[in-house]
């Protein structure tokens, strides 16, 4: 079997994550290619038999490239097998609540696949004390507080991704 994990990041999260998600896969014995969806112009996905895609969310949101990535294979993905993914600071809370799953991966599965993902994975994302960009440094204001509140050390950075639950994930996608 050959894989493709195409990932959009914006601060590194969701990239950790596929690069994880591919080692797991050559673990396995299968033959993975890893993509970053910036700057993907053209990608042939015939030779692959599983995709994985995924991104990194701010604001509610995928990455363009990502989304553009599933938009401009559309047709293509209907014949294969398809998981999705995401790195979401919120994720853990997400997950409790039936909206979470809906918002990340549901209505991005239903919009831009013809056929429903073989799975999809709401991980974790990272408190990072030093935030890039203006929108970031405000969120992370609020972040912060509530962490403080809880008795975290916010001069460090706080990793919320559950590598085994991400590990474990993976290797179910090959039962698929």
């Not at 990455?63 to 097998?81: A, H, I, V």
């Not at 919120?90 to 991005?108: H, R, S, V």
Request: proline share 3%; glycine share 6%.
């Amino acid at each position: 079997m050959k894989a493709l994990v195409v990932y959009g990041t914006r601060y590194g999260t969701a990239a950790e994550i596929a690069e994880e998600i591919t080692k797991v896969l050559k673990d396995e014995h299968l033959d993975v290619d890893l993509v970053n969806a910036k700057g993907l112009k053209n990608c042939d996905i015939s030779p692959y038999d599983l995709l994985v895609v995924g991104s990194g969310i701010k604001m509610n949101k995928w990455t363009k490239e990502s989304m553009n990535f599933l938009k401009k294979n559309r047709d293509m993905l209907s014949n294969k097998k398809v998981a999705l993914f995401v790195s979401c600071g919120a994720a853990n809370e997400e997950k409790t609540i039936p909206e979470g799953q809906a918002k990340y991966l549901d209505k991005i599965a239903k919009e831009n696949l013809t056929n429903p993902p073989i799975a999809t994975g709401l991980f974790g994302g990272v408190y990072d004390p030093n935030p890039k960009g203006l929108m970031s440094k405000f969120v992370n204001r609020f972040i912060k507080k509530e962490m403080e509140k809880q008795g975290k050390d916010t001069s460090k950075r706080i990793d919320y991704r559950d590598w085994d639950e991400i590990r474990a994930w993976t290797k179910n996608l090959l039962t698929k």
